[in-house]
């Protein structure tokens, strides 16, 4: 049996520890953590993905499973650590780099080493590969050394993994043949070898395409604004054209990959990158327009009191990375206008900077309701309480995602449809 060590057991991490595990394989998952390290000894997780916590169980009964702060010798070492971005927008490598000399001491010749850490273009022939040779390992002959991004959405995270087509760059041809055939014995979905610097850019590629064409219908969003047109109605008569897949608007841009991802390549080639680099520009206005126009829904209100809904960056998980609400969150608190209060069912204390509340504690009382974050529990919102509890019953949808009845008492201005609210602000002025 191949044993498999895995470094960092975060959203990406934990999980792929435990695919390999319930395939069978010996694996150590390595945490700097201790906290995480003693929950997943103890078969418990400190994430939210659908799944997981059955599968921790189950394979951590079983023994294929256990947790430590220092690696083993193992056949395989897969680093899955955040990679996260300085102030200035460039990528920060640290962890990566900790990681590949902390897994140092233990390898061995012919192991295989792959990086499933999200990386700039080059990183693994420009920093990894020499970590390695300073240490005395030949990364072209000693071992098997690739990048094998991962791909997966949050909320199926282990469907994916298993199903998704992976990318193995090697630096080596027999590089990527040989961690190619790691994920083989656990992957239903193809198995693609290239070079390692090629795996890098499509990855980084699929989330930059992702996220320039959100921005196109952030733009849309705003310039629907100033015209008083309906974005979401523009957006689903565009889309008939068999050509035509306009996505929708939102309030930014968040999580570890959309959000952070195209800097890894505009830090590369700045000057050859100005459409990526506006379109991050763009996403990252959304939180001043959704703070603008919640101005403009309350601007009668001497001390309007705000629900806010939701603080991750996407819907049903409790990721908070990179969240364009936790921005929108701040800047509201910051504003002495405003009496706030936030809710979001699948966030803890600990994560967030500020104090949560229930959802029917939020909305007592509230002259706006916002929503930030496409969670079922508020696609499914009761109409009735709602009404009952606030003090005007009316929505900002960021998220376009409350379904309401045609006979709805609510309000419910959603951010691409203002007109509305233009109406109300344009008769004010008659």
Same mark, same amino acid.
């Given at each position: 049996?191949?044993?498999?060590?895995v470094?960092?057991?975060?959203?990406?991490?934990?999980?792929t520890?435990? +695919?390999?595990a319930?395939a069978?394989?010996?694996?150590?998952?390595?945490d700097v953590?201790?906290?995480?390290v003693?929950?997943l000894n103890k078969?418990?997780?400190h994430?939210? &993905?659908?799944?997981l916590?059955? /599968?921790?169980?189950?394979? +951590?009964a079983?023994g294929?499973l256990k947790?430590?702060?220092?690696?083993?010798?193992?056949?395989?070492f897969i680093?899955? %650590?955040?990679?996260?971005?300085?102030?200035?927008?460039?990528a920060?490598?640290?962890y990566?780099?900790?990681?590949?000399?902390?897994i140092?001491?233990f390898?061995?010749?012919?192991?295989?080493?792959i990086?499933?850490?999200?990386i700039?273009?080059r990183? /693994?022939?420009?920093v990894?590969a020499?970590?390695?040779?300073?240490a005395g390992?030949?990364?072209?002959?000693d071992?098997? *050394?690739?990048?094998c991004?991962?791909?997966?959405?949050?909320g199926?995270?282990?469907?994916e *993994?298993?199903e998704?087509?992976?990318?193995?760059?090697?630096i080596?041809?027999?590089?990527?043949?040989?961690a190619g055939?790691v994920y083989?014995?656990?992957?239903?979905g193809? %198995?693609?070898?290239?070079e390692? %610097?090629t795996?890098?850019?499509?990855?980084?590629?699929?989330n930059?395409?992702?996220?320039?064409?959100?921005?196109?219908?952030? &733009?849309l969003?705003k310039?629907?604004a100033?015209?008083?047109v309906?974005?979401?109605h %523009?957006?689903?008569?565009?889309?008939?054209?068999?050509r035509?897949?306009?996505?929708?608007?939102?309030?930014?841009?968040? $999580?570890?990959?959309?959000a952070?991802?195209?800097y =890894?390549i505009i830090?590369?080639?700045q !000057?050859?990158?100005?459409?990526?680099?506006?379109?991050?520009?763009?996403n990252?206005?959304m939180p001043?327009?959704v703070v603008?126009?919640? $101005?403009?829904?309350?601007?009668?209100?001497?001390?309007?009191?705000?629900?806010?809904?939701?603080?991750?960056?996407k819907?049903?998980i409790d990721?908070?990375?990179e969240?364009?609400a936790?921005?929108i969150a701040?800047?509201?608190?910051?504003?002495?206008?405003?009496?706030?209060?936030?809710?979001?069912?699948?966030?803890?204390d600990?994560?967030?900077? =500020?104090?949560?509340?229930?959802?029917?504690?939020?909305?007592?009382?509230?002259?706006?309701?916002?929503?930030?974050?496409?969670?079922t &529990?508020?696609?499914?919102?009761?109409?009735?309480k709602?009404t009952e509890?606030m003090?005007?019953?009316?929505i900002?949808?960021?998220?376009n995602?409350l379904?309401?009845?045609?006979?709805?008492?609510?309000?419910?201005?959603?951010i691409g449809?203002?007109t509305?609210?233009? !109406?109300i602000?344009?008769?004010? *002025?008659?």
């Open positions: 049996m191949k044993k498999i060590c470094i960092g057991l975060g959203y990406i991490g934990l999980p520890a435990s +695919v390999f319930k069978g394989y010996d694996v150590l998952g390595v953590n201790k906290r995480v003693d929950l078969g418990e997780i994430i939210e &993905e659908i799944g916590p059955e /599968m921790v169980r189950e394979v +951590v079983a294929n947790a430590s702060v220092t690696p083993e010798k193992a056949d395989v680093i899955a %650590v955040p990679t996260p971005i300085h102030e200035d927008y460039t920060n490598v640290d990566v780099k900790d990681a590949t000399k902390a140092v001491p390898i061995e010749k012919g192991n295989v080493v990086v499933e850490s999200t700039p273009p990183t /693994m022939d420009d990894v020499p970590i390695l040779a300073e390992i030949d990364p072209y002959n071992v098997y *050394l690739a990048h991004p991962e791909r997966v959405l949050p199926r995270i282990l469907i *993994l298993i998704n087509t992976r990318i193995v760059g090697g080596t041809p027999e590089a990527a043949t040989k055939d083989r014995a656990v992957v239903t193809d %198995v693609i070898e290239t390692a %610097v795996a890098e850019m499509s990855k980084l590629m699929e930059t395409f992702r996220d320039v064409n959100i921005a196109l219908a952030n &733009e969003a310039i629907s100033r015209l008083g309906n974005a979401h %523009v957006i689903e008569l565009a889309n008939k054209h068999p035509v897949n306009i996505h929708l608007p939102g309030p930014g841009v968040g $999580g570890h990959c959309l952070v991802d195209p =890894f830090e590369k080639a !000057a050859e990158s100005p459409l990526i680099a506006e379109s991050r520009r763009i990252n206005s001043d327009f603008e126009q919640i $101005g403009r829904l309350t601007a009668e209100l001497k001390n309007p009191v705000l629900a806010v809904c939701g603080l991750t960056y819907g049903n990721d908070v990375r969240s364009p936790i921005e701040e800047k509201l608190l910051a504003d002495s206008r405003y009496d706030v209060r936030i809710h979001d069912p699948h966030v803890r600990e994560q967030v900077p =500020f104090k949560l509340t229930t959802l029917e504690e939020a909305a007592k009382d509230a002259h706006l309701l916002v929503i930030l974050v496409d969670h &529990e508020f696609k499914l919102m009761d109409e009735g709602l509890n003090k005007t019953p009316v900002f949808d960021t998220r995602c379904k309401v009845a045609d006979d709805t008492k609510l309000t419910v201005h959603r449809d203002l509305k609210l233009s !109406a602000q344009e008769a004010s *002025l008659l």
